[in-house]
């Protein structure tokens, strides 16, 4: 079974449809020879790609309410290019959810949500300037209602 069909399989077993979840994100299952930068590297992990395209599954869900990355140790990558790497992974799976929020609010479906990928490049084209998020956008938590009812 796939990285993506395994993710699928675990959406359906959550009842992702009906439920928020939190996606924790242990860089540990990424192959070592392709990221090492993490206490606990092990060979068979899965490669880059696999992971993103796993990610994005989750990604586009509506009911995701936040994604946990663990595991990075920036000891290990003294020239950085792991962070690169790993931002760089978050960034296209962010810009599918991106893209699938986008393409709802519009009322049309979403490319990202039908294909299963996307580069930040093709999020990032003919998309109104009102429309883009930046960093502090996903950084700064929802006002909650003090009162709730």
Not at 22 to 37: N, P, Y
Not at 57 to 72: E, R, W
Not at 94 to 99: C, D, G, K
Request: no cysteine; hydrophobic share 40%.
């Amino acid at each position: 079974m796939g990285a993506a069909a395994a993710a699928h399989l675990a959406l359906e077993r959550v009842h992702a449809p009906k439920n928020e979840f939190v996606l924790h994100f242990d860089v540990d299952t990424i192959s070592s020879r392709e990221f090492g930068a993490t206490d606990f590297p092990g060979e068979g992990g899965l490669s880059l790609n696999e992971v993103r395209d796993a990610l994005r599954v989750f990604a586009v869900q509506p009911n995701l309410a936040a994604i946990v990355v663990a595991g990075y140790n920036p000891e290990l990558d003294p020239d950085g290019e792991a962070a690169r790497r790993l931002v760089d992974l978050l960034v296209d799976v962010l810009a599918a959810r991106l893209e699938t929020v986008s393409g709802e609010a519009a009322g049309g479906t979403s490319a990202a949500a039908d294909s299963g990928s996307t580069s930040s490049a093709d999020v990032s084209r003919g998309e109104p300037e009102s429309s883009k998020h930046t960093v502090r956008d996903v950084q700064e938590s929802p006002e909650r209602d003090p009162n709730p009812s």
